[in-house]
């Protein structure tokens, strides 16, 4: 399987070469952010288990909007769905409750 680092790592001399001009700071960010997202030069998360006393490491994501790495992770985990259904509040309205200024 080919990693989306590992294309980033090939590619981008190449990239930087043809297209220097019209990349910005903001897309070489991404590109760097992207490049350590859960691979072996990114920071580790170590997980315990207060239980069995199990220990697992892994590795952080970049949390960056454009890699789809760290998108997958946050669509696949539904936390911001489970988190934002438990703080909001159960209301009922009709339209007829709508008032226009």
Do not use: F
């Not at 997202?37 to 006393?53: A, Y």
């Not at 994501?61 to 934002?84: E, F, L």
């Amino acid at each position: 399987m080919i990693l989306l680092a590992d294309l980033i790592d090939r590619y981008s001399s190449d990239l930087e070469h043809h297209h220097s001009h019209e990349l910005l700071p903001g897309h070489y960010r991404a590109l760097q952010a992207m490049r350590r997202c859960r691979n072996q030069h990114s920071r580790v998360m170590i997980l315990h288990c207060n239980s069995c006393g199990h220990q697992s490491t892994v590795p952080h994501s970049c949390g960056h909007r454009s890699c789809p790495i760290a998108s997958s992770m946050k669509a696949s985990s539904g936390w911001s769905g489970k988190r934002q259904s438990c703080c909001l509040l159960t209301i009922t309205w009709s339209p007829s409750q709508c008032r226009r200024s």
